[in-house]
């Protein structure tokens, strides 16, 4: 049993150029969710998926695509990358009987 | 709207002395969550304790204690005799459920640093 897996664990990108973050479960979680992790702000929602083909925006949806095609997998896609993406990325599912998370180890991304 | 409002961002003690971390939480909603997260240096995310809103129990597991107040909408959070190990970021996080979304809401954390 994995849990969350995250892949890249650190990508460095030049600026418009695009990339996608992979998040995948094996715990047949029903919802998913992508933050972003900046200085002094905590995390911040970027998008989430209550299941497989649906998806929303969280707080700050601006330049980064999702998409839901399976329950296991949530990839997070940058079109076009600019230096303000720079942030570490956490991936996060859960299951709908209970009310935790699991979170993955993170991406660290820098935008150059 | 959701919000985690965690107004101390660094605190520093020497070892064995007690800590509070504060937090205050709004929300509109009637059910939600409450969680408390540890990200050490390493900075995977830890998770340390979920409270749901109807339970104002206050617990207590080894050193750590928690202490839910509906009534001043916070969830504070108290290190007993803390040791260099407990050095880390910690988080408070909200995850409401009326609206389905299943996301969390976070402060934006306090920083803990137990020196020897």
């Known amino acids: 049993n994995a849990g969350v897996t995250q892949t890249p664990k650190f990508q460095v990108l030049k600026t418009g150029q695009s990339m996608t973050l992979q998040c995948a479960q094996d715990?047949?979680?029903?919802?998913m969710s992508w933050y972003r992790q900046d200085p002094g702000m905590g995390l911040r929602l970027i998008h989430y998926s209550v299941g497989a083909g649906i998806t929303d925006q969280g707080e700050v949806p601006n330049g980064y695509n999702v998409s839901r095609s399976t329950t296991e997998d949530f990839p997070l896609r940058l079109l076009s990358a600019a230096p303000s993406q720079t942030s570490v990325y956490f991936c996060?599912?859960?299951?709908?009987?209970?009310?935790?998370?699991?979170f993955g180890s993170g991406t660290r991304l820098t935008v150059v | 709207a959701q919000k985690v409002t965690q107004a101390q961002t660094e605190i520093s003690v020497v070892e064995k002395e007690d800590v509070t971390l504060d937090c205050v939480y709004e929300?509109?909603?009637?059910?939600?969550?409450l969680f408390w997260y540890k990200q050490p240096p390493s900075g995977e995310l830890v998770f340390l304790i979920r409270r749901n809103s109807f339970d104002e129990q206050n617990e207590i597991s080894g050193r750590y204690s928690w202490n839910f107040q509906k009534s001043t909408s916070s969830f504070n959070f108290t290190i007993t005799a803390s040791q260099v190990v407990d050095s880390a970021v910690y988080f408070c996080a909200l995850s409401d459920l009326d609206t389905g979304r299943r996301a969390l809401t976070f402060g934006s954390g306090t920083r803990l640093q137990v020196q020897p």
């Open positions: 996060a599912s859960s299951y709908a009987r209970d009310y935790g998370y699991t």
């Open positions: 929300t509109r909603d009637t059910t939600y969550y």
């Open positions: 715990m047949n979680h029903e919802y």
